[in-house]
């Protein structure tokens, strides 16, 4: 599998932004798929997951801001960001799963930065 995040760019607190993530290969439908972030400095973290049933979850520190979706039919997964912080600036990542609770990497895209102005 191989995947290309898109989307990212610059945003002032508050707003929303919706960064994709492209997979290539006929078996997207069959992995659970994932989002991480990592800011300057600090480790990669977690942001979402869904399951291949749509199931979703996410940390406490974006929970009711974030929300992944997915579109099998365009092998596409989706991140929408509302009202954001600058703390939410990162590069973020998508990622196929091998396994979904907790969200275990198989496979992993490139990232797209995301710049939150104060």
């Known amino acids: 599998v191989q995947l290309q995040a898109s989307g990212g760019g610059l945003v002032q607190a508050g707003g929303s932004l919706r960064i994709s993530c492209a997979a290539s290969?006929?078996?997207?439908?069959?992995?659970?798929m994932g989002w991480f972030r990592q800011a300057p400095g600090k480790e990669r973290e977690f942001v979402a997951a869904?399951?291949?049933?749509?199931?979703?979850y996410y940390p406490d520190s974006v929970r009711g801001r974030f929300t992944i979706s997915r579109d099998n039919a365009k092998n596409t997964v989706f991140l929408q960001m509302d009202s954001l912080k600058p703390g939410d600036t990162a590069s973020y990542f998508c990622?196929?799963?091998?396994?979904?609770?907790?969200?275990?990497?198989?496979?992993w895209g490139q990232g797209t930065l995301v710049t939150v102005s104060s």
């Open positions: 990622a196929a799963g091998r396994r979904f609770i907790p969200f275990e990497a198989a496979y």
């Open positions: 290969g006929r078996t997207f439908s069959s992995y659970s």
């Open positions: 869904i399951s291949e049933s749509e199931s979703t």
